[in-house]
């Protein structure tokens, strides 16, 4: 595995997690086995690898560092994969596949968009990530972290937050909490208009009315005085259907 001695590169948003006992309280959470086809999303040094490739016997990881995946590549069983994740095809694995991963803050948000497109060909993801992040998330309608993120993931994916990580926990430590988020997809996925999410988001001070004029809301049955952050995943559903037709 990486030694601890690398340093961590700004430019990759590098925060490496060391913290045993929260290792521990991941593995434990994501409760890897034999049959599981699992993928890691930045191993960095590998703490959570370990553990992860021991209870599972093979494992895929997905690093961007060179150094690092370098180092990686020694470990019977462990499959690397010198890549950029938001730009790496994931429909390469075989369906069920488990998803994990301690997620670069700086590009949290993308990945998460991208991986979003993978929901029907996953069993589950657990991630590690800015607790602010994660709080938009898991939101209801209606509350201020509401937003265009939390209605393109809860469209597919039932969400939890696990548990929080203190900032002592990586090194360096970053400047935010962190917290240990789980997402298992729907049976029955919404079809919501990327396009359409974005304009309502970007708007989400107006009126649904000015934000979208295009839409017909009498026909999809929603008020049109309302504002975006009001509206569920299955009213924006509806928007998408009244979009199209």
């Given at each position: 595995?990486?030694?601890?001695?690398?340093?961590?590169?700004?430019?990759?948003?590098?925060?490496?997690?060391?913290?045993?006992?929260?290792?521990?309280r991941l593995v434990e959470a994501i409760a890897p086995s034999k049959e599981d086809f699992i993928v890691e999303?930045?191993?960095?040094?590998?703490?959570?690898?370990?553990?992860?490739?021991?209870?599972?016997?093979?494992?895929?990881?997905?690093?961007?560092?060179?150094?690092?995946?370098?180092?990686?590549?020694?470990?019977?069983?462990?499959?690397?994969?010198?890549?950029?994740?938001?730009?790496?095809?994931?429909?390469?694995?075989?369906?069920?596949?488990?998803?994990?991963?301690?997620?670069?803050?700086?590009?949290?948000?993308?990945?998460?968009?991208?991986?979003?497109?993978?929901?029907?060909?996953?069993?589950?993801?657990?991630?590690?990530?800015?607790?602010?992040?994660?709080?938009?998330?898991?939101?209801?309608?209606?509350?201020?972290?509401?937003?265009?993120?939390?209605?393109?993931?809860?469209?597919?994916?039932?969400?939890?937050?696990?548990?929080?990580?203190?900032?002592?926990?990586?090194?360096?430590?970053?400047?935010?909490?962190?917290?240990?988020?789980?997402?298992?997809?729907?049976?029955?996925?919404?079809?919501?208009?990327?396009?359409?999410?974005?304009?309502?988001?970007?708007?989400?001070?107006?009126?649904l009315r000015n934000a979208l004029p295009e839409i017909d809301f009498e026909a999809a049955g929603i008020d049109?005085?309302?504002?975006?952050?009001?509206?569920?995943?299955?009213?924006?559903?509806?928007?998408?259907?009244?979009?199209?037709?």
């Amino acid at each position: 595995m990486p030694s601890s001695s690398h340093r961590p590169r700004k430019r990759f948003g590098q925060h490496f997690l060391h913290e045993k006992r929260v290792v521990a309280r991941l593995v434990e959470a994501i409760a890897p086995s034999k049959e599981d086809f699992i993928v890691e999303i930045g191993p960095g040094e590998g703490v959570l690898t370990a553990p992860l490739l021991e209870r599972a016997g093979h494992l895929e990881v997905i690093e961007l560092d060179r150094d690092l995946a370098a180092a990686l590549r020694d470990r019977q069983g462990l499959v690397v994969h010198c890549a950029d994740a938001l730009e790496f095809d994931f429909g390469q694995f075989p369906a069920g596949m488990r998803i994990v991963g301690n997620l670069p803050y700086n590009v949290s948000t993308p990945l998460l968009f991208h991986l979003a497109r993978y929901a029907p060909q996953v069993r589950d993801l657990h991630f590690m990530l800015q607790l602010e992040v994660v709080e938009r998330m898991v939101a209801a309608p209606s509350t201020p972290a509401y937003g265009r993120l939390s209605v393109a993931l809860q469209a597919r994916f039932a969400m939890k937050k696990l548990f929080k990580v203190a900032k002592g926990a990586f090194r360096p430590p970053p400047k935010v909490e962190s917290a240990v988020v789980r997402m298992q997809p729907l049976d029955w996925q919404l079809p919501i208009d990327e396009e359409l999410l974005r304009r309502a988001f970007s708007a989400r001070r107006k009126t649904l009315r000015n934000a979208l004029p295009e839409i017909d809301f009498e026909a999809a049955g929603i008020d049109p005085k309302l504002r975006p952050e009001n509206l569920s995943p299955e009213d924006y559903a509806r928007l998408s259907m009244n979009s199209i037709l």
